[in-house]
């Protein structure tokens, strides 16, 4: 029997890390496993339906956004997709902005817009008529003295 290179208490060590890592990794697929038993496969957003390996893709939504509440019943959970879910972060991160700069957009909207629209009725109209007019009336002008 060789002797092992790594003394038994750091193989134990390491050992028990590794269980420790999994303990923490199942407990946080837990929620997942469980939204997964109890909720249809199917995102509910976009209604794609998921399964065998693409399941991977269905993710769970907190409503609430709080992944340590967790109630068995699933009412904090909703099952997206990883597209959904992104949109879904995307949107609520957005939102403490969003109202201000709704706001801005209006109140800029008219002033920056109105003068624009102005010269584009006013340009095509009054730009050859008045290359036109002035260039008979030279002639006539000068015809005439
Ligand atoms: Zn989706
Ligand atoms: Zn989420």
């Not at 496993?33 to 496969?41: D, G, T, V």
């Not at 956004?65 to 997206?80: C, M, Q, R, S, V």
């Not at 002033?111 to 008529?129: E, G, Q, V």
């Amino acid at each position: 029997m060789k002797a092992p290179r790594t003394p038994p208490d750091a193989a134990q060590r390491s050992k028990l890390q590794d269980e420790l890592r999994r303990d923490v990794a199942a407990r946080r697929q837990g929620y997942r496993e469980r939204a997964l038993k109890i909720l249809p496969h199917v995102c509910a957003s976009c209604g794609r339906e998921f399964d065998g390996r693409r399941l991977k893709e269905l993710t769970v939504h907190h409503r609430d956004h709080n992944h340590e509440n967790n109630p068995p019943d699933g009412g904090n959970w909703e099952l997206l997709c990883i597209y959904c879910h992104d949109h879904e972060h995307e949107k609520n991160r957005l939102a403490g902005h969003y109202e201000g700069a709704v706001a801005a957009k209006e109140t800029l909207a008219p002033s920056i817009f109105s003068p624009f629209s102005a010269l584009d009725a006013l340009l095509p109209t009054t730009a050859p008529s008045e290359t036109d007019a002035s260039g008979k009336s030279d002639k006539s002008d000068r015809s005439a003295r």
